[in-house]
């Protein structure tokens, strides 16, 4: 069962004692940003297939897989030199 978009904003702006709706969906989307950070894309995306209005699971899905996508930048950590291998960018112990 979907969530009812009207619906949502109108809990999140009576609970959260928000004033207008413009406030409460960018909570609600920062709520879902936080959200889609931890889970899995699979899980992200069976989430708001099932559950999300297509304008929020969209949203949802898209900043899930563009984190995923991304590779950090230099190394990984716990990867490479230790201390018992020698100092972090010298050649020798």
């Not at 069962?1 to 960018?26: F, H, S």
């Not at 297509?54 to 201390?83: D, I, K, M, Y």
Request: cysteine-free; glycine content about 8%; charged content about 25%.
């Amino acid at each position: 069962m979907k969530i009812d978009r009207d619906w949502l904003l109108g809990e999140v702006m009576w609970r959260a004692a928000i004033p207008d709706a413009q406030t409460a969906e960018t909570a609600v989307e920062a709520t879902l940003e936080a959200l889609g950070e931890r889970l899995s894309a699979r899980d992200a995306a069976a989430f708001a297939e099932r559950r999300l209005p297509p304008e929020w699971g969209t949203l949802f899905v898209l900043r899930q897989s563009a984190q995923e996508s991304a590779s950090p930048p230099g190394p990984v950590p716990g990867h490479g030199h230790t201390l018992a291998t020698g100092r972090p960018g010298r050649s020798s112990p």
